[in-house]
């Protein structure tokens, strides 16, 4: 089945490094993606990586796959409170490439 | 500079009646996708367009329609709102259909329903 879990919440000092983490069913995802939505806005797409891949890097952004485990982590370095938002995890299939499952998203806040 | 765009941002209608929100785009792009999202939870497709071919979701309730007149113009149309459907609607456009399609998302429409 097709199932994307997240923990809800995450609080980190501005400065540190926040680790998000999420967990997938569905061994056949070909891609995996991070999303960004801020308060009242839409979605945004910080970052993907391929299933074949165990690490993309861009910039703060690192994002690790354990395909083994069907675990994929997005770390965000030096934590800013321009970074507080809700992060969505999501994966695409590969029997239907147009659809993607989301996460619940972890509410990523920052404390001074 | 907006890409995706979505009207109204707020929408409040009455148990029963008829409501329209409407998305378009400037990217040019061939697919357009409706989400629900309800508080707390992840957005949930309802249905997409790829050019004028419409795909729905098995799960999605016949009370919600769409149209696409146009490249550029997309509409949800939900019959008959209950309660349960108060959500954020979310537009979103893909140039195609691949998985390195990147989904643009517009900003939401807020629905509220009396």
């Known amino acids: 089945g097709e199932d994307v879990e997240q923990s809800l919440f995450l609080s980190v000092r501005e400065g540190d490094s926040s680790v998000i983490n999420c967990t997938y069913t569905d061994s056949s995802s070909t891609y995996l993606y991070w999303y960004k939505q801020e308060p009242g806005a839409g979605l945004q797409l910080l970052t993907y990586i391929f299933s074949n891949m165990d690490m993309k890097q861009d910039q703060r952004l690192t994002v690790l796959l354990n395909k083994k485990d069907k675990h994929l982590s997005l770390r965000i370095a030096d934590t800013q409170t321009g970074d507080s938002a809700i992060y969505f995890c999501?994966?695409?299939?590969?029997?239907?490439?147009?659809?993607?499952?989301f996460g619940s998203g972890t509410r990523l806040s920052i404390r001074p | 500079d907006a890409m995706v765009i979505q009207n109204p941002r707020y929408q409040v209608t009455q148990f029963g009646k008829p409501v329209t929100l409407s998305c378009s785009q400037t990217?040019?792009?061939?697919?357009m996708y409706w989400y629900q999202q309800k508080s707390s939870q992840a957005p949930k497709l309802l249905f997409h367009y790829y050019d004028k071919d419409f795909n729905n979701e098995a799960d999605t309730p016949d009370n919600f329609q769409s149209r696409r007149p146009n490249t550029s113009f997309c509409f949800l149309d939900i019959r008959s709102p209950g309660l349960g459907d108060a959500a954020m609607y979310l537009c979103?456009?893909?140039?195609?259909?691949?998985?390195?399609?990147?989904?643009?998302f517009g900003p939401g429409t807020r629905l509220t329903v009396l």
């Open positions: 990217l040019n792009h061939n697919v």
């Open positions: 999501a994966e695409s299939m590969r029997s239907s490439a147009s659809k993607i499952i």
């Open positions: 979103a456009t893909s140039r195609d259909n691949q998985n390195t399609d990147t989904q643009y």
